[in-house]
Structure formats: C-alpha cells, structure tokens
C-alpha cells in the first residue's frame, strides 16, 4: 500500500522558498505543502492561493498546525538553529537550507534536538542528488578513485549583484564571507563527505570588483584530517561557473553544471582511470533540489535513512566556523 505523503508547511517564501514550492508541485504523492509561512505575505498571496496553500505571516501557525508533520526553512540563515529548536519544541520534523547553523555549537544542538525527539533532520545540500556528484560519490565510496588525494572546487555566480545592499544575504550576521554561505557551503559539504573532518583552514575573503560589503571572492584551503587537501572558491562577482573536481590515486573526475541548480540543464564529466583515456560525457538535466526533498519525505515514513548523517552535518559547520576566522584573521586556523 503508498503511503500518503508528508504534509509540509515551507517557512520562508522568497527565492528558494518559491523554487522549492515549484518543484514540490511533481511529487504530490510524496509530499504535499499544505501551508506557507512569510511575513512579506502580500508577495506570495496569489501563488499560494493558485496552488491552495494555506499561508501565514507566523511560523507559531505552522507550528501550531496538527495537520504540518514537517517544516522546511527556507528563511535567513541567522535564525535557522531558533526555527529548528522550535520545530523540535512542536514535534515538527525539519529540512534547513543551508547553513544548517553558524557555528558548531548550534549545528550540535540542532541534530541532539532532532536525534533526542526522534525527528528527521533534512539539510538543503542537494548536490549530493546531481547524478554525475551522487556518481562520483558512489565511486569513491568503492574504492575505483583509489586513495583521494585533493578536491577543487569552485561554484561562482553574479545574481546577488543586483541586492539592496541592506539584503540580509549581505549582512554580516547571516553570510560573513562572501559568498561562502550562499554556495561554497555545498562545496564544504561535498569535501567533507569525501575526505571527513577537516583539521584546518586558511580562507582570503576580499572585496575585488563590486561593493559586496561582505566582498566578493572567497578562497579556502583546507587540510583534513586523515589527509588530503580541498581547495574551494566562490565569487559573487563573476558569471556562473560550477566546478568540482576530484583527484585520486586510481583516477580522478571533473564535474561541471551547464547551469545554475535553480534551473537544471545537465552536466560535462571529464574524468579518466589510471591506464585509461580521458573521457568528456553530457549528463542529462535532473531535479536534484526534489530528490533531496523525497529523501527527506522518505527518511520520514522510514522507507530508507536520509543520507546526510549527523557527522556529516557538524564537520561541515565547524569547517564553515572556522572559515569565518580565517578570513578575519587571515591566519590557518584549527577546525574545532
Ligand atoms: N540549496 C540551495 O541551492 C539554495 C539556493 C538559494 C537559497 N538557499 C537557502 O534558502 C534560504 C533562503 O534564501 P533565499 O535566497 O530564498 O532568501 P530570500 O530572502 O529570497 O527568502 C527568504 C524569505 O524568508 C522570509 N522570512 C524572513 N524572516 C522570516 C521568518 N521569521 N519566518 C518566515 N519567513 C521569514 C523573508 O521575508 C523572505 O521572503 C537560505 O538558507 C539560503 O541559503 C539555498
């Protein structure tokens, strides 16, 4: 017998809140967004209405909603760990989007909250959903890449030019360096499920060709700890490129996005085995930001695990912490 699909409330309805919205509407009987919670409630009344959601300017409403089984957040970073704690408090499962939290101390609450309850935490790093990365993940899990060695990656775009500079996405409260929430956070995750914990970090955070008053090009270069290097950039101030790049001892991969994930449009893969040719193949367009979300539906009726452990979600966020002292300091700093 299906079960029935998992009633969501989406906080949060700008840009992401609105994407996830869209692509919600392809999986009705995995999850269905019965409610939508945004204080700017005039922006979002007619999309809300079109679809038959409920919508709120108070989170207290969804929370307070018998018939919300999950929350999903899609709100400014700053008050992701308070939202989880109070999704928890109301017995709510929850997908963040990313950062899961700013420091390592509130990412560790936000999964003990969760473990303690029983509730599933769902996290918004859906690269790991792009066939060509869950690929290259399944490869180097086997073993066919051989030891990895390094990781470069980089993940650019120019969208947050055009912001009122009050946006909260430039405040330093909320995206600190650059644009090192906004996507080289992916990119941390991605190093750290394929190298682990990271031991150190050397990040330059620097205002080059905008006003961006958090600048505009970050860099870091981090160490891990059971060896290996990742070298992970992002500028806010250049056209959109999306790279990551894997060596190892057996082979290596080089992923590119022919497009932003807002708007899927498939995947170049250049990779090579030792003793083999080098190898450029087209991956086709898939929906990685709605597999996540059916994963996460999924971990919720218990057919499988949602895959991004505990682990995973703390040694991304002390890497993420200890970027932000490193571009302050402008030192290698310990990752706690
Ligand atoms: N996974 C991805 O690829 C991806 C891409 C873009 C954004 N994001 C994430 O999505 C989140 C939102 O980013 P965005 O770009 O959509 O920002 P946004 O500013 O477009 O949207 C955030 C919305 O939250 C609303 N909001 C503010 N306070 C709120 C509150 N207390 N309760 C409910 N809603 C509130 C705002 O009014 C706004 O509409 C961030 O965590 C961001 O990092 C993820």
């Given at each position: 017998m299906r079960e029935e699909p998992v009633r969501v409330a989406l906080i949060g309805m700008g840009w992401w809140g609105r994407k996830m919205l869209s692509v919600l509407d392809t999986v009705p009987h995995e999850i269905r967004v019965v409610r939508a919670v945004e204080p700017n409630v005039s922006a979002v009344r007619a999309l809300c209405a079109s679809r038959g959601v409920a919508l709120t300017a108070d989170y207290a409403d969804a929370l307070s909603d018998p018939q919300v089984e999950a929350v999903i957040l899609a709100t400014p970073h700053a008050l992701h760990e308070a939202q989880i704690a109070a999704a928890v408090t109301a017995g709510k499962h929850v997908f963040c989007e990313k950062p899961l939290a700013l420091t390592k101390a509130g990412a560790e609450r936000a999964v003990a909250?969760?473990?303690e309850a029983g509730l599933v935490l769902g996290m918004g790093h859906e690269r790991r959903w792009e066939p060509p990365i869950a690929d290259l993940m399944a490869k180097a899990d086997a073993g066919v890449l051989g030891r990895i060695h390094q990781i470069e990656a980089n993940f650019s775009h120019d969208k947050f030019l055009t912001l009122n500079r009050d946006n909260w996405r430039l405040n330093a409260e909320h995206a600190p360096a650059g644009g090192m929430t906004a996507t080289g956070i992916h990119l941390l995750d991605l190093s750290v499920r394929l190298l682990g914990p990271a031991e150190s970090v050397w990040c330059i955070c620097e205002r080059l060709s905008s006003d961006l008053p958090q600048g505009d090009t970050v860099a870091a270069f981090i160490k891990f700890r059971h060896g290996g290097t990742a070298y992970v950039s992002a500028s806010l101030a250049n056209p959109f490129i999306s790279r990551f790049a894997v060596f190892g001892a057996r082979g290596w991969v080089d992923i590119r996005d022919k497009a932003h994930v807002e708007a899927p449009d498939g995947w170049i893969v250049t990779s090579a085995?030792?003793?083999?040719?080098?190898?450029?193949?087209?991956v086709?367009?898939?929906?990685p930001v709605?597999?996540?979300?059916?994963?996460?539906?999924r971990a919720?009726?218990?057919?499988?695990?949602?895959?991004?452990?505990?682990d995973h979600l703390i040694n991304t966020i002390a890497l993420l912490?200890?970027?932000?002292?490193s571009a302050r300091s402008g030192k290698i700093e310990p990752v706690a």
């Open positions: 909250l969760c473990r085995i030792t003793g083999g040719p080098t190898r450029t193949v087209e086709p367009p898939a929906e709605k597999d996540n979300l059916v994963a996460f539906a919720i009726r218990g057919v499988e695990p949602y895959p991004i452990t505990a912490e200890a970027v932000f002292v």
